[in-house]
Each structure stands twice: as C-alpha cells, then as structure tokens.
C-alpha cells in the first residue's frame, strides 16, 4: 500500500497531539492558547472562545453544496509514493484506503462547505464580486467573450472553475492556509511526477516543455488545483474523532470555508485573466493585488485570520483586519466573537441575505467598537489594535491595544522568538 498522506497521521500521534492540546480536561481554561492571562479572561467574557448560546439543529444550514466543492473535487493529497509517472495515465494510484479517508474527511467538511456555497452564490448585494472581476479584467478577456453580457461571462467562467478545478490536502508553508496552483496540464501534475529528479531530466520531458512553453493568458490551460493546509485535514480528523469543542469546530469550519472561497476567488480570476496573468486590485481598500483577499475584503469588508498565524485553525480566537479608507493604512484588528460567526451558519441568515447585510451580520464593520460615544453596548467588543514595530521599537516586538466598548483597557507588549515562541507582558493600563 502506498504511503498515506491522509490521517493515517497515525492514530498514535494524534493521540499524542491531542493530549498535549487537550489535556485530560475539555474546561475551557486549559485550552486557551497562546495569550496572557488578562487577554484570555478579556476574550472568554467576550464570547470570542469557549462557550457559547446554543442553536437548534434545525436553524442551521442544510443547502446543497456547490457542485465545486462536490466529494469528486478532492483528489488525494500529494505523496509521492501515491503518484504515478505515466505522463498520460492517472495521477494517483489507485488507493481505496486513502479513497475512504477522503470520504470522511469530506462529511467533516459539510458544514464549512454548506457555508462556502452560500458564500459564493451571495445574493446579499445587487453586483457580486464575480461581476466586479470581470468588469476589471474587460480588456484581457478576449474577443471570444466581446459579445456576451457580464453576467454571461461570470457563469461561463464559473462553468469552466466549477468543471476543472481540485482540491487536495497538503502541506503549506507556515502562515498559508491554502494555495491555489495553475496547472496547464489538466491536472496531470507532471513537475510532480519528476520530484525528485534532477532539474535537467524533469525540463526534458514533452509534459514539462509544453508547460514551459504554455503562453502567457491562455484559459484552456488553466486548471486551478487548490491545495488545503494539512492543518484543516488534521483538525477534521480530530473532528471525526468528536475530539472538538463547539467553539473549536465552528472556528475550523468558519475558516475553512472562508480560505476555500478565498481559493475559488484566485481560481475565478484565472479564469479571467488566464495563465499567468497578473491580478490586478479590485477596489482602492485591497491590501494588495490579491484576488482571494479583494474577496474577503469585498465579502466581509475585512480579512479573516487566526490570533497567532501559526496556531492550527481550531486552537486560538480568530481576528478581523479591517483597513478603513485606503490602503496602506494600517488595518485595525479586532477579535470575532463566536455568536457572530455562528450566525453565518443560520438558515435565517441567509433567507434573507440582504437584510442581513444592512443589518450587519455579514460584515466585521458592525463589529469594530465604535471611535467615540453611542449606545453600541450589544455590538462592540473586545477589539485589539495592533502596534507594529518601528525603528524605535525592537524588531520583533509588537504592542497591543486593548480596547473594551471603545476605551483602552490595557496595553500589552508582545515579544515573539525566532520559534514562533511568544512572551506577552502587560506594561501600561
Ligand atoms: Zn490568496
């Protein structure tokens, strides 16, 4: 049998990893991660880990998902082992155990999928973000399509993401959640197929020289493959297992769906400008020219991102970055409490998306405390400004406001170790 990628993760080490992360006890206070003592009681009472009301089973989403998220979109992760190196035969090797490891990934994956459905087909606003892409990408979109409304194109571009694009696990870089690759050859991952080889053998092959010579621009060559941290497929393992909090499950699926979208958002705008292709920045708040973040920023008017950017995606609160006016302002970032990111998941939400968007609940502006005065009593939370380093300040140092109902609470200094180790020391407040 070939070499697994899929949690075959020993059952051994996720043992292992569970015990170290869970700790004989599912109390709240022995779980949170990676912040000071004051910072972890502020977020507790603030509702943004632990506990939280709960919902009927019947209120949550049940949609249909997407046929791109669809079981026959996730293939097997990348293990060389588990490759074949016939350049025209299948991809993987045909592994029933792997196969049937996917199955239950994938049932973990529903709720977040269900959610990414939604957020895709968002009805919540009069123009979507597909809309807008391809309005901006107008002039490189060819001849072929001259003719045809937007919308027209939105839903032939979406034909072309939703019957090419895969998904798979695999290892990210640290602080990459998911990647989205362009791949000209149809999935047969063919630079794959050479791992291993030297740079020379693996230029020579006919696959790598028609992907050295695909030009730059042509959408018959794009087939987006999205590859998930293997985090994700680590944390729904320990899901399958019914080894998560509430409050850990429903962060893991928030992000997941939120990072898969951000994925179909590159995919899409492949699509658009074809191999190659520069993105370009939508609207003048992009942080930068990066289609998965203009969609989270046009989606939720701010980025999602975990506390510490190493912490797998169930361990720590999640925050929002929110830039007001025009980048490169420095963004303000505030943690998400849970019951709003529970309501993402409510069937109410979305029957009437766009009450909902007026009403805030699908935006982080409703949840930045307010600069001054108002009664915002039942939406302002917790919110952390984020003081970056200066060349006063040493390098690694970062300064945290804390801010309750809008007044500074206390103000922290954060010192980080090459290891991703962190110190958090309270100095003022
Ligand atoms: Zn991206």
Known sequence: MAKQILPHIAEKELQDQADVELKDTPQTSERLPLTGPVLNEMIRKHG???????????????????????RQKWVLGLDEENITVDEDGPLFKVDPASEAELDILW??????????TKLINDVSRPKSFWVETVEAYKDV??????????????????????????????????NVGASTAQNPNHLRLVALRHLGQPASARE??????????????????????????SDFQKCFS???????????????????????????????TMMCGGYL?????????????EAGYAWEDFFFAGL???????????KGPLIAMVWIGKTPSPPTKFFIPMQWIQRLFLKSTWKHARASRRNGFLDYLSLMAAP??????????????????????????????????????????????QDGSCKITKFQG
């Open 372 to 417: 001054s005065g108002g009664s915002e009593e039942d939406r302002v939370l917790t919110q952390i400004e984020f003081i970056f380093p200066t060349e006063d300040t040493k390098v690694d140092t970062l300064v945290y406001v804390l801010r309750e109902y809008g007044s500074v609470v206390e103000t922290y200094e954060e010192q980080c170790d």
């Open 107 to 116: 049932e973990q994956m529903v709720p977040g999928l269900r959610l990414a």
């Open 204 to 229: 020579g092959t006919p696959a790598m020289l028609k992907l050295l010579n695909t030009p730059k621009g042509t959408r018959s060559a794009c087939w987006p493959t999205i590859s998930m941290h």
């Open 141 to 174: 979109i060819g001849e072929e399509y001259a003719n045809m409304t937007t919308k027209k194109i939105v839903a032939a571009f979406f034909k072309l993401v939703r019957s090419r694009t895969k998904f798979l696990f695999r290892w990210q870089e640290e």
């Open 277 to 289: 292709a520069k993105e370009m920045k939508l609207h003048a708040s992009d942080p930068e020219a």
């Open 238 to 268: 320990l899901a399958h297992q019914k080894r998560l909090t509430r409050d850990q499950r429903l962060r893991l699926d928030f992000q997941f769906a939120v990072a898969v979208c951000h994925e179909v958002a590159h995919a899409f």
């Open 48 to 70: 943004m880990v632990g506990e939280f009301p709960p919902v009927d089973e019947n209120e949550l989403l049940d949609n249909e998902i997407d046929e791109i998220f669809q």
């Open 304 to 314: 999602t991102m975990q506390f510490r950017p190493w912490a797998t995606p169930y």
